[in-house]
């Protein structure tokens, strides 16, 4: 036997059902196969949308083996770190970025949203996931003899923490994180407080966000040894995905659209998304309209970032998709030059300028989400960005230089929605 024959197995469960098991072999190729039971139970909870038993072809697609070979397939590769998170995490590990299988073994315990992927023996291994020859050559996943790790997607440092009495700690193995902390960039200055000052206009203009706050450095504990810059304070997100202590499963639309983060600003478009939420989803048109309302706020915050994983279901039932609260809003215009362009095509272009009422008409048509509907809630929009964020913006605490070139920005947008 080589060591190209060696394979591992991590059983996939999912609010304590098994989804299936993942092997992976020493060649990089990796093979997700669904359980029987759990393809057959109609009332499973949700693994991804294109498994629910509502979306087109679940069945067929169940049916096969997933197999891949270098990367995990997407509905997986996803729930991994990018960046130099994910460097970290490699480094610790001491294996190399590429080696999905194994990172995803090692962060199993505490992936983003409930999937929980655990390393099991060659005699727990049942006899359809693996034929003779491979079965000569299982061994248990060496990565879970490891601390346990969290997993959080993304390409900027953050780190999960439990918060208790004003202090943060990075959350220990089998303790639930119920914070996300997004440290100060040694890129982008100030970046915690553009997100804080991004998320608080969102939010005053109608978008549904989680608990948000600033956090003074000295207040995080037990950070690992990484280079940071000398600011004060980092960004923290409440986490929608854990509640009280229990598992909320997510997911994105890199995962739901079966796309890898490489192509998530450039494989998809924002009508997809709308005619997914508007079709899939619970309260299919609440989630169209408040989907407008925050691709408008998009267009006004001057965020070129709000790509395929910048935007997640999460199933509060187990079973059915609803939006989840927005996450990941910055004026990136700031750092960017002269941005001016969406992450994803918008109706007929990405160009924020130019968009205006009737872009997002032709927008909601070829997402088939009646304009009637629509139209109100861009008008809504404006109606508060215009009353609220100017006065707003002067109490926030977005860096000066930020402020003015996101009040120049405001300007030069199309008259429909110009503050």
Do not use: C
Not at 81 to 98: I, M, S, V
Not at 272 to 294: C, H, V
Not at 391 to 410: I, Q, V
């Amino acid at each position: 036997m080589t060591n190209a024959d060696t394979v591992s197995v991590l059983k996939l469960t999912l609010h304590r059902a098994t989804v299936g098991y993942l092997a992976g072999y020493q060649d990089g190729r990796t093979i997700l196969t669904f359980a029987p039971e759990f393809a057959s139970n109609a009332a499973r909870p949700t693994f991804s949308l294109i498994t629910h038993p509502n979306f087109p072809k679940a069945a067929e697609i169940m049916a096969k083996p997933w197999v891949k070979r270098q990367k995990l397939h997407p509905a997986l590769s996803n729930l991994l770190p990018e960046g130099a998170l994910r460097d970290y995490l490699a480094q610790a590990l001491k294996t190399h970025t590429d080696n999905e299988f194994e990172l995803f073994a090692y962060l199993g315990q505490d992936l983003p949203g409930a999937l929980i992927a655990t390393a099991i023996t060659p005699d727990d291994i049942p006899e359809y996931v693996l034929d003779d020859t491979a079965k000569a050559g299982a061994i248990k996943s060496p990565a879970q003899e490891e601390q346990k790790r969290f997993s959080l997607a993304g390409v900027q440092m953050k780190f999960s923490m439990r918060e208790k009495d004003g202090r943060y700690q990075i959350a220990e193995s089998g303790a639930l994180g119920d914070w996300i902390i997004k440290t100060p960039s040694t890129t982008h200055k100030h970046l915690p407080l553009n997100e804080f000052t991004a998320m608080r206009l969102a939010e005053l203009a109608g978008v549904t966000i989680p608990d948000i706050r600033l956090v003074e450095m000295d207040k995080l504990e037990r950070l690992p040894a990484i280079n940071l810059p000398n600011e004060h304070a980092a960004f923290a997100i409440r986490r929608f995905d854990r509640q009280e202590g229990r598992r909320i499963h997510m997911e994105d639309f890199a995962q739901i659209l079966v796309k890898y983060p490489r192509d998530k600003y450039d494989s998809a478009n924002y009508q997809q998304i709308g005619k997914i939420l508007f079709s899939y989803t619970e309260d299919g048109l609440g989630n169209a309209q408040q989907f407008a309302r925050r691709l408008l706020v998009n267009i006004l915050l001057a965020n070129g970032d709000a790509h395929l994983k910048n935007w997640s279901v999460i199933y509060p039932d187990t079973v059915t998709p609803t939006l989840s609260p927005a996450y990941d809003i910055v004026t990136t215009r700031v750092y960017m030059g002269d941005e001016r362009e969406f992450a994803l095509n918008l109706g007929k272009e990405k160009n924020w300028y130019n968009a205006s009422m009737e872009q997002f008409e032709y927008w909601a048509g070829k997402a088939g989400i009646p304009w009637r509907a629509i139209k109100p809630q861009l008008l809504d929009t404006m109606d508060k960005a215009r009353r609220l964020w100017p006065d707003a913006l002067k109490d926030l605490p977005m860096d000066d230089e930020h402020k003015t070139g996101l009040a120049e920005h405001w300007q030069n947008l199309h008259t429909d929605f110009r503050i």
